[in-house]
């Protein structure tokens, strides 16, 4: 018998087949939720590829400038010898002046560097006018100590009458005691605050003085009391003035984080502090000059008040390089230099580069 006819198409098959017949895409299909991942991947990879081409182009370019002005490299190990960020050293060995002399050329640079640095005419800005100043920052830079030595130029410029001590330092063991000595030993009175209320209260009392210091608790760049530090200051209803420490011992990268994490707020100014510990102090002035901060006073050793200077910008550039160092090991040689240049291309845009002076 013959076979029975195949049943019928059910509706809809011919358009079916005919769809499966044709060309299907490479790509399957997405939701848009996908594709904006896509998207997000493939412009991460080419970032990636522009950062990875400008660094090897940077490299390429540093080195063949390097063998035809050797002296671009003399300065810029000199500069990153001397502890001094790679992009700031790029910038300035670029724009060395053409036809230079190697005994010139460091003279031109500490003057770029002197030129860039802000700092006080003569400290009678600071002590004469008087005011309610806060010595911020980490814990270990040196605030206390720092701050007798401020109470002392005070007292020695308008009597003890004239001065007041205020510590925030209820944390640290013996941090009161150590400033109740120093204010002892200079014949001034010593408040301890614990928040915002009782440091509106003390300055209330005290408003009949010239100066007022306020050594505040030392609280790391990452941590949230340096917010809860900033509101205390900001609602004592009088204009506080902030002056940041900075430690010359720290790195540049570490710096850099503490002057993001206090300025959020305002800085009046800074203050370099254990400038005689430190190996190289390019690091601290690389930071003083890409924020352009107002340098005031460095902090060279313990005594007080004899170890607080006034800062002399073309003493600081000077001792930069002159400064007696140990630190062969962490020195680039000259075949390095290509290599460490040229990651610093994606950072020529930082706003403080941008800023510097050549004159």
């Known amino acids: 018998p013959a076979a029975p006819p195949p049943p019928p198409p059910p509706p809809g098959a011919a358009d079916a087949a005919e769809q499966d017949q044709r060309p299907r895409s490479a790509l399957p299909e997405f939701d848009g939720k996908d594709y904006d991942e896509i998207l997000s991947e493939v412009m991460s990879e ?40 790679a992009s700031l050293s790029r910038l300035i060995t670029e724009n060395l002046p053409s036809n230079s002399k190697s005994q010139d050329i460091m003279f031109w640079v500490k003057s770029v560097l002197a030129r860039n640095l802000n700092t006080l005419a003569n400290e009678n800005e600071l002590l004469e006018n008087g005011g309610v100043f806060a010595l911020v920052g980490p814990t270990g830079v040196g605030k206390t100590t720092t701050t007798a030595k401020l109470a002392a130029r005070c007292v020695m410029r308008h009597g003890s009458g004239k001065l007041a001590l205020i510590t925030t330092d209820g944390y640290r063991i013996g941090g009161y005691e150590q400033l109740r000595i120093y204010g002892k030993i200079l014949g001034v009175m010593v408040h301890s605050v614990k ?17 007022v210091l306020i050594d505040t608790a030392g609280v790391g760049q990452r941590d949230q009391m340096v917010a809860e ?12 003035k902030r002056l940041l420490c900075l430690n010359a011992t720290a790195t540049g990268g570490t710096l850099n984080e503490v002057v993001h994490a206090y300025s959020s707020s305002g800085l009046a100014g800074c203050i370099i502090t254990k400038l005689d510990e430190a190996a190289t102090i390019g690091n601290v002035l690389d930071v003083v000059i890409r924020h352009k901060l107002n340098l005031h006073y460095v902090a060279n050793g313990q005594r007080v008040p004899e170890d607080l200077h006034v800062a002399n910008k073309l003493y600081l550039a000077d001792r930069a390089f002159k400064q007696k160092r140990e630190t062969a090991p962490f020195e680039f040689q000259e075949g390095e230099l290509p290599g460490v240049i040229g990651p610093t291309a994606m950072s020529m845009n930082d706003k403080g580069l941008r800023e510097v002076s050549f004159g």
């Open 46 to 85: 080419i970032r990636s590829m522009r950062g990875v081409l400008e660094t090897q182009l940077a490299e390429i370019s540093w080195g063949g400038a390097q063998k035809r002005e050797p002296l671009k490299g003399i300065v810029l190990k000199e500069m990153l010898a001397a502890g001094f960020s």
């Open 195 to 211: 928040d915002e209320t009782d440091l509106r209260i003390a300055l209330e009392e005290l408003k009949g003085k010239h100066t």
């Open 229 to 240: 530090q900033d509101a205390m200051l900001a609602g004592a209803g009088v204009d506080i």
